[in-house]
């Protein structure tokens, strides 16, 4: 029988680069916590170590020395003991230790750890090790690494921080095996260090499902849907499928330059539509079915409309165990959360979770529920006590002319362009988001900032609102980090952003309420930023915004513009 599972297919699943074995990405941190999300390579129960001081020095092997626990005057703690003489032992009784945890393949080998008790503005070295020592040559999993396995927590009333921000993660040309653009990563993450990077923000795309043909899972299944639907009973598909998106995150997370980024940075993600399907949410039922036709099968909508909906699952599931368990917990089926960093506030909004281009009522994006709870969020203490406020729309609200979006809803394009917020049908919605955001900011006296990725430029817009005209809203957008975009198709896209204007309103109340001004050349090439958050000398708050992008010609990085945006 054909296997449908994806799982260390080998040479059956080509991938240019090494698969994800083992990592840890560091997740949403506070000034006396963290999370720690881990990826094993194998079967085993394993602990985590995390101390203030480093756990071997840069010159030390951890070959030479075995990680080991005892319990002293009824308080567990952990010392390191010399393989070559066991009479040798270090402690270090500052370190801390989390609970064990069996990670099976049924979760792919993954485990979160919340890890309390810290200190503010504490730098912390982590490792990882195995209890079961039987199949292993060295009990340490994630050895410990001076440089790249650390973090920092949030110091108490920290006022200054500095954060990166960066979608659009396909290090591949489209077509083929090439590996484009990933010095981008090693750039992204010396600009960090030398800032004294407090976080990251990872606003979509950070995979791509359907993005490069040799690997597309939408392109199998397309091929193999008759095959699959005779092999796998209905109550099973989604668990293969989730091998699918599994073997989607280990090949394009596996490469070492992302994974000594998010190893050393608090990263907070939100999916888009590439961690789904390009376009999830903007098609009609018809189109969705379409999507699974083949020109020698065009037959059995129903179920090419069941597997549509159960390959949505498995994407959601993935992204949980890979993305969103190491964001701030949220409630189950809630994926918008928010945050704070020093006293700076941020809510990252889902707008994959909830969009249907088919809903009939309003809110074909971020849903009732959703913009609820946002709205709520605008009118909390969190909001008013903030001194600066990001929200994160992983798709821009201002980006391409509404004639590109509205007339040009055809073919190929209808996905993206009902993607867009300037899309007629998103108007409304749109509307009453702005609307919030512009009298929240403006009853509490501050600008607030939207951050996006998403549309494979970057630029900087300044936004007004009629009602409330002594208040800006900024919109930040960088995107791509690694997408290999063709220079025709960059210039294309610099040339349907507008430079100035008004946002289109619905048919019924047509007069423009926002206007607004593009503040910088679009960036044509592949960039990621960091903004920056600080007093000046008149002890106001100042928001700068620096966007980095990849020359045209060679794999160089530079410094494009400094933006400063109050």
């Known amino acids: 029988m054909k296997t449908f599972d994806f799982y260390d297919r080998g040479s059956n699943r080509p991938w240019i680069n090494p698969l994800l074995t083992n990592a840890v990405i560091v997740g949403h941190t506070t000034t006396t916590s963290t999370k720690l999300w881990m990826r094993a390579y194998q079967e085993n129960t394993y602990r985590m170590v995390i101390c203030p001081e480093p756990i071997l020095s840069d010159t030390e092997m951890t070959a030479d020395w075995s990680p080991e626990t005892k319990v002293v005057n009824g308080k567990e703690v952990f010392f390191l003991r010399s393989t070559f003489n066991q009479d040798i032992i270090r402690e270090l009784p500052a370190a801390l230790l989390t609970e064990s945890s069996d990670l099976k393949y049924a979760h792919d080998i993954t485990e979160v750890w919340e890890v309390t008790g810290l200190k503010p503005g504490q730098r912390y070295y982590y490792a990882a090790f195995a209890l079961d020592q039987t199949i292993r040559k060295t009990p340490w999993e994630i050895v410990p690494d001076n440089q790249f396995n650390r973090f920092k927590t949030q110091s108490d009333e920290q006022e200054a921080i500095t954060f990166g921000l960066f979608s659009c993660h396909m290090p591949y040309k489209k077509n083929s095996f090439d590996l484009v653009n990933i010095h981008m990563w090693d750039r992204f993450g010396d600009e960090l260090d030398q800032r004294n990077g407090d976080f990251i923000l990872g606003v979509g795309d950070q995979v791509y499902v359907d993005g490069n043909s040799k690997v597309s899972i939408w392109e199998w299944l397309r091929k193999n849907r008759k095959e699959f639907v005779k092999e796998v009973k209905p109550e099973d598909r989604v668990e293969v499928m989730r091998s699918w998106y599994r073997d989607i995150y280990r090949g394009y997370w596996g490469h070492r330059q992302l994974r000594r980024v998010l190893s050393r940075f608090?990263?907070?993600?939100?999916?888009?539509?590439?961690?789904?399907?390009?376009?999830?949410?903007?098609?009609?039922?018809?189109?969705?079915?379409?999507?699974?036709?083949?020109?020698?099968?065009?037959?059995?909508?129903?179920?090419?409309?069941?597997?549509?909906?159960?390959?949505?699952?498995?994407?959601?599931?993935?992204?949980?165990?890979?993305?969103?368990?190491?964001?701030?917990?949220?409630?189950?089926?809630?994926?918008?959360?928010?945050?704070?960093?020093?006293?700076?506030?941020?809510?990252?909004?889902?707008?994959?979770?909830?969009?249907?281009?088919?809903?009939?009522?309003?809110?074909?994006?971020?849903?009732?529920?959703?913009?609820?709870?946002?709205?709520?969020?605008?009118?909390?203490?969190?909001?008013k006590n903030a001194t600066s406020v990001f929200v994160v729309s992983p798709v821009p609200v201002v980006h391409v002319k509404s004639f590109v979006v509205n007339y040009l809803d055809i073919l190929t394009l209808t996905d993206d362009m009902r993607d867009q917020w300037e899309h007629e049908t998103n108007w409304v919605e749109r509307d009453e988001l702005l609307d919030a955001i512009f009298n929240a900011a403006h009853t509490h006296e501050k600008s607030l900032y939207l951050l996006s990725g998403d549309v494979h430029i970057g630029a900087a817009f300044r936004m007004t609102h009629k009602k409330y005209s002594d208040t800006h809203v900024y919109q930040l957008t960088s995107s791509a980090i690694t997408y290999d975009l063709p220079w025709v198709q960059a210039s294309a896209l610099a040339w349907a952003v507008k430079n100035h204007g008004f946002l289109q309103r619905d048919e019924d109340d047509s007069e423009p309420n926002v206007a607004f001004q593009l503040l910088m050349e679009p960036c044509k090439t592949n960039n990621f930023a960091l903004v920056n958050v600080q007093k000046n000398d008149q002890n106001k708050v100042q928001v700068s915004w620096d966007l980095y992008g990849s020359t045209e010609k060679d794999a160089a990085v530079t410094k494009l513009q400094r933006l400063v945006l109050t």
């Open 266 to 383: 608090p990263t907070y993600m939100m999916w888009d539509d590439h961690e789904i399907l390009d376009g999830w949410g903007s098609y009609t039922i018809k189109e969705r079915q379409n999507l699974l036709d083949s020109w020698w099968d065009w037959d059995d909508d129903k179920e090419k409309l069941s597997l549509f909906y159960q390959m949505y699952e498995a994407a959601k599931l993935t992204f949980y165990e890979y993305e969103h368990v190491h964001n701030p917990t949220t409630p189950a089926d809630q994926l918008d959360y928010a945050f704070t960093w020093g006293t700076s506030a941020f809510y990252v909004l889902d707008m994959r979770g909830q969009r249907d281009y088919t809903r009939t009522t309003n809110d074909r994006i971020l849903g009732q529920a959703q913009m609820q709870r946002f709205k709520e969020w605008l009118t909390s203490d969190t909001f």
